[in-house]
């Protein structure tokens, strides 16, 4: 067995790893690192586990052989996908897997109708025969419904292990084993796995999991802390878990006893509160009026609770609280906005006179030399609310209660309802803001409360732009405050050991991710509560919120633990990635690449609250973010910020050692500069796969941000060779062809592991692999290349090169319907289209996915091609939607083959005589009778659209195609 290749060198099995990230992603808390804390953008651990197993199985002689031993070992194979059921499948869902002889035998038949329903008399072998038969005929999606995640099994199958063992040459009884094995065969020990951008921990988790020995660190320390929670407390025993939940129990229950005290959650009726609603109110400049502001009034679309505005005659609005109100009134609560469109709405206000810009509220403007001047006062250190001439004010506007009673029974039982503040609850409102006065420089000055600065940058300048505020604990009102305050203060008296120390930060910044000034409120029928702050990757600003009392609360401090003991070495560091000094054989990366997400702007909001906490924890730790050093996209030192550090992991890495870099980004510019950043720092790309591991609320970015995660495989560059880039491009064909040829016999006819996305970006690896495979290209300058600015459209050599490898993909990318020498032949044009009907085939309706398209067939003119040009929606025209527009134009498509197959259908529908159709195709097709197998391919092609569930704007076309093209082959026979 060869050494030298590994196995995620050869081949990956990206759809099933897609799938199966997907229903990771999709698990939401049940994953087994999000309960600890908010991080963006974690790599779901089933990738981790899978690029692990990839790096350390070699590649045999026997490629089918090894894809069936790597499926088995991550039980992602026939066999473990059963062993993973966990679920009872409907049988509904069983009937519609079998055949009507079998649905007959296994189900009940009601006057010649067969009903979901098993016989009543059906044995149990008879009922399992059924639901296994169903099983075999489910596609690999359909079975993951069914099944528990990698992750939750521990397989410990003999006659499984037996057949891996017999493969590997090993003796392994588990995973931990085999990861342990493999690492002693290639690195004569344990194999220990490095990340230096360890983020909220995944792959140190993962690695440690499955029994490597690692070593993680980060520039930001939320980032620390979030990965040795990781390995430290989901990663610790069930007996260390229970001690620790007890710690959380002691701090709750002292916070909620004072506060019981303190009484500013419990109303005269003895009810508790669960939820407060606050809105920003400001002046109208037109008649002067107080006006709450929100973008909608309905609080509850389940209990139909609305908040009605009311002219009060004086000087603004009463609001008055109303639950079960009637359809037409939700639609006026709804339409009564007061901020809509980036303006506010005066229900006071004449209707000419009621919509006022916002920025000019805020009285920003623009500076002669063309720089914006915000308008807002900025808030000083010690303000914790709005002064009473600050634009916008703060108004408590509705409180959600709950009230206990025993029923009939004896039971006791609770109900919740909506009022709006009483005098009572606003006496409430100012004895917390007393108590916080009493406490507050106290608190600030023992750390336990915000008191940092908010640094200016892309995310955080919208906080001082939009409100003013320009300390961190400005974000949370008093309320908030005085309660988060509360559990620190109880943090540092009752926590005894550094893990009590970490439990109470994860659990403030539990609380701060959903209990502040950014926290939106949820009015969804299922939901009507509060919602997180990073519900997306922002810091974004709201006109109303929601804030939680201390019983909800403590579903953010109890937060979930899927705790999995690790026996590995571990250790965790907090520091620049370029001073790393520690030794790993692998290296797993996912650094912050381009523009995507500002991680230290984002931390801010956490680490101001943990400053005292972190100390404690970790004497050793800095306690700031460390801007000034985070590698940052669109800086000038950002590629040699990277050079560095991977020119630092390539040393501290053995001869024989690897990397992956994960990365979300397609645009070729940013994969040329990614091949000179690796180039440059001694490294050799031997593969890339791209994975979907983004779900929709994943929070990414459009264009250019891919729903998926590139793995970039690397190995030390060896090589002394110089070569020319004229002298190159012969290579990077060869290569292409033969990367698309491996993939395509590899591929799984029945459970397709690669889509044209993943061939496309297997030809920008393989031109990656033959540029880094020499030590020098004689005609370029690296650090020349990665500093010159270039114009919107310019591409780079590099990149030139890439998008030339993607040009050869698409010349390999042929339909199974077609026959090569047929497609080879056709313009650029026709096998666009094609290509954007094989989009539509599988479902794919972004607009970007035509766009790159069109790019790689080099078609600029491609936009009157498309019927829909929405982000989501985008689909080329049908033959009929056509008509007669564009035909015999000057474009390459209008007088194209393709484009008179399409009229030639047009026609024949229109004069319900496929004859006409014909016709055309004869008299207007040049050389149409040695066309005609084109002609004919295209017709066939299009008749497969018949049974294709979502192209049913074909479906009338089919048949018709099917005609014309029997009349076109036995033309002039």
């Known amino acids: 067995m060869s050494q030298d290749k590994t196995f995620i060198e050869v081949q990956f099995p990206v759809s099933k790893l897609s799938k199966e990230s997907y229903k990771e992603r999709k698990a939401n808390l049940g994953q087994t690192l999000t309960g600890l804390g908010k991080w963006w953008g974690r790599k779901p651990l089933v990738l981790v586990r899978a690029s692990l197993l990839g790096l350390l199985m070699p590649a045999s002689d026997d490629l089918k052989k090894d894809m069936d031993i790597f499926l088995k070992i991550m039980t992602m194979d026939k066999i473990g996908l059963l062993k993973r059921r966990n679920k009872s499948i409907p049988v509904k869902d069983v009937m519609e897997m079998l055949k009507y002889n079998e649905q007959v035998k296994y189900l009940e038949n009601e006057e010649g109708k067969i009903l979901p329903k098993f016989k009543k008399k059906i044995s149990f072998e008879e009922k399992n025969e059924a639901i296994g038969k169903a099983w075999n005929r489910m596609t690999y999606d359909q079975k993951l419904t069914y099944c528990s995640r990698p992750e939750e099994i521990n397989d410990k199958d003999e006659t499984a292990w037996n057949e891996i063992n017999a493969h590997l040459e090993t003796n392994a009884t588990c995973l931990q084993e085999l990861i342990e094995q493999l690492g002693q065969k290639r690195f004569g020990k344990r194999a220990v796995v490095g990340d230096c951008f360890c983020g909220g921990g995944s792959i140190p988790f993962e690695a440690a999991r499955i029994g490597c020995d690692v070593y993680a660190s980060d520039l930001n320390p939320i980032a620390g802390l979030l990965t040795w929670a990781s390995l430290n407390i989901a990663g610790a025993s069930d007996e260390e878990v229970a001690k620790l939940r007890d710690f959380q129990k002691r701090v709750y229950d002292e916070v909620n006893k004072q506060v019981e005290e303190w009484g500013i959650e419990t109303n005269e009726k003895g009810d508790r509160a669960n939820s407060y609603l606050y809105c920003c109110e400001t002046k109208c400049p037109e008649c002067g009026w107080k006006l709450p502001l929100s973008p909608s009034w309905i609080i509850g679309k389940g209990t139909k609770t609305i908040a009605i505005l009311k002219d009060n005659g004086v000087d603004g609005f009463d609001i008055e609280i109303k639950s079960g109100a009637t359809d037409k009134e939700m639609e006026e609560a709804d339409s009564f906005a007061t901020v809509r469109s980036g303006s506010i709405y005066c229900p006071h206000c004449p209707q000419n006179k009621s919509n006022i810009p916002i920025n000019s509220l805020r009285k920003d403007r623009r500076n002669d030399d063309g720089s914006m001047e915000y308008g807002l006062r900025k808030w000083d250190k010690h303000d914790f609310i ?69 640094e200016e940058g892309f995310n955080t300048t919208q906080l001082i732009r939009e409100r003013g505020w320009t300390y961190w604990h400005q974000l949370f009102n008093p309320r908030q405050l005085l309660v988060h305050g509360l559990f620190i203060e109880k943090i540092v008296e009752i926590a005894g050991i550094t893990d009590e120390f970490i439990m109470g930060m994860l659990g403030i910044n539990k609380l701060s991710d959903w209990d502040a000034k950014l926290a939106r409120w949820d009015s969804a ?384 529908l229109k004069d319900e005589n496929v004859q006409t159709g014909k016709n055309w195709l004869r008299n207007e097709v040049e050389d149409y009778w040695h066309k005609r197998d084109k002609i004919c391919e295209m017709l066939k092609y299009i008749t497969t659209f018949e049974h294709i569930a979502n192209m049913k704007n074909w479906h009338g076309l089919t048949t018709v195609s099917n005609i014309l093209k029997e009349l076109v082959d036995n033309d002039g026979m």
């Open 386 to 454: 709005p002064r009473e001439d600050d634009t916008f004010q703060e108004r408590l506007y509705c409180i959600r209660y709950v009230h206990e009673y025993l029923d009939d029974k004896g039971n006791l039982k609770s109900k919740r309802y909506y009022i709006a503040p009483t005098e009572k609850d606003l006496e409430r409102e100012k004895r917390i803001i007393d108590l916080l006065k009493e406490r507050f420089n106290d608190w600030q000055d023992k750390g336990y409360m915000p008191s940092s600065k908010i």
């Open 525 to 908: 029928p299922a939901s009507e509560k509060g919602a997180e702050v990073f519900s997306n990757q922002a810091l974004n600003t709201l006109y109303n919120y929601s804030s939680k009392a201390i019983s909800p609360l403590s579903s953010s401090w109890f937060f979930n633990i899927n705790n999995d003991s690790l026996p590995t070495k571990i250790q965790v560091n907090i520091t620049d990635a370029r001073t790393v000094l520690n030794d790993s054989d692998y290296w797993i990366t996912d650094p912050p690449y381009a523009d995507a997400v500002n991680y230290h702007e984002l931390s801010e909001f956490f680490l101001a609250w943990d400053k005292k906490l972190l100390k404690k924890a970790f004497p050793d730790w800095y306690t700031d973010s460390k801007r000034i050093l985070a590698v940052r996209g669109g800086a000038d030192t950002f590629n040699s910020s990277m050079i560095e550090i991977y020119s630092n992991l390539t040393k501290h890495m053995p001869d024989n050692g690897m990397q992956i870099i994960m990365f979300t980004h397609q645009d070729v510019s940013v994969w040329a500069n990614l091949t000179l950043i690796v180039w440059s720092a001694g490294l050799q790309v031997t593969a890339a796969w791209n994975i979907a591991t983004e779900t929709d609320a994943g929070g990414l970015k459009e264009g250019n941000y891919i729903k998926g995660t590139v793995l970039l495989v690397l190995r030390k560059q060896t090589t002394e060779e110089t070569a020319y880039i004229d002298d190159i491009y012969p290579d990077i064909e060869d290569e292409v062809k033969r990367q698309i040829k491996s993939m395509q016999e590899l591929d799984d006819k029945e459970e397709p592991n690669f889509s044209d996305a993943d061939y496309i970006l297997a030809a920008y690896a393989a031109s990656l692999k033959v540029l880094t495979s020499y030590k020098k290209i004689e005609d370029i300058d690296v650090k020349y290349e990665l500093s010159k600015q270039r114009k919107p459209g310019e591409l780079s050599p590099i990149a030139k090169i890439i998008e030339s490898a993607k040009k050869i993909a698409y010349d390999q990318l042929i339909p199974k319907e077609f026959d090569s020498f047929i497609w080879k032949s056709l313009a650029a044009e026709e096998r666009l289209y094609i290509k954007g009907l094989e989009l539509e085939k599988q479902n794919i309706y972004q607009l970007s996915a035509y766009q790159e398209l069109a790019r790689g067939f080099g078609v600029s003119g491609y936009k009157s091609f498309m019927e829909n040009a929405k982000a989501n929606t985008a689909r080329f025209k049908t033959a009929v939607e056509w008509t007669n527009r564009n035909i015999k134009d000057d474009t390459g498509f209008g007088s194209s083959i393709l484009r008179n197959v399409f009229m030639a259908i047009y026609l024949a």
